[in-house]
């Protein structure tokens, strides 16, 4: 099985700066990798998929890259609204899904 | 619109039976492959299973073959998680959610259902 890692498991940043958060795959994935946003008491929401594609409706200060074992999400300028966890999710091993640790972003 | 509807929190004793449901509206249900995520007290997501609604193809997590059942009535949209004896570690948060397609990540998700397992 696929191992996902994530780093940090917490990132501190102040609304307006930049925050990039890492996800490490243990063999390549290729492109198919996910980030999701959960807020608390709420379901996770699709943000990227193919390592770089911004979901439905998600603002551009949304990015992410990479590919084969190390993925990166930048989120430009931290709104209030992106203070949540981030999970990154691999989808070349399908049927095997699975999900890294989480990044907690909270604020600075 | 896309919707996936949770059946309500349940809360259980060890060694219960349970069934929890997810309907899906707005798009072919029989066409994608609906999973199911569990989310237990302050951690991350784990994926549990996958099914495919069109002929009931599933796959499981090894991690989850054998505690869990997962199933679906196409003639209702409705796919479903199943215990056949409750453990106090089944406490968790639990979501069912669309693959737009096979090789693909979850699209819609689910409100969730709480599942609580207590003595």
């Known amino acids: 099985e696929i191992v996902m890692t994530q780093s940090p498991a917490t990132l501190s940043v102040s609304p307006g700066e930049r925050a990039t958060l890492s996800c490490r795959a243990s063999?390549?994935?290729?492109?198919?990798l996910a980030w999701y946003q959960q807020k608390p008491g709420q379901a996770p929401r699709l943000l990227i998929y193919?390592?770089?594609t911004r979901a439905t409706g998600i603002p551009a200060r949304f990015s992410g890259s990479g590919s084969g074992t190390e993925f990166t999400l930048t989120i430009s300028s931290l709104q209030s609204e992106d203070f949540a966890v981030y999970y990154c999710?691999?989808?070349?091993?399908?049927?095997?899904?699975?999900f890294g640790g989480g990044t907690k972003v909270e604020i600075k | 619109e896309v919707q996936l509807v949770q059946s309500g929190a349940e809360v259980k004793k060890p060694g219960e039976s349970l069934k929890i449901s997810c309907k899906g509206s707005?798009?072919?249900?029989?066409?994608?492959?609906i999973g199911w995520v569990r989310q237990m007290p302050g951690k991350g997501l784990e994926w549990m299973g996958i099914?495919?609604?069109?002929?009931?193809?599933?796959r499981y997590s090894p991690s989850f073959q054998g505690q869990v059942t997962i199933s679906a009535d196409k003639s209702i949209s409705t796919a479903y998680l199943q215990w056949s004896s409750l453990k106090a570690s089944d406490t968790a948060m639990y979501y069912c959610?669309?693959?737009?397609?096979?090789?693909?990540?979850?699209?819609?998700w689910g409100q969730g259902t709480l599942v609580t397992v207590s003595s």
């Open positions: 959610a669309k693959q737009d397609l096979a090789v693909a990540p979850f699209d819609y």
């Open positions: 707005g798009y072919s249900f029989t066409s994608y492959w």
């Open positions: 099914i495919y609604p069109g002929d009931s193809d599933t």
């Open positions: 063999q390549s994935v290729s492109s198919n």
């Open positions: 193919g390592a770089s």
């Open positions: 999710q691999q989808y070349n091993n399908w049927p095997s899904l699975t």
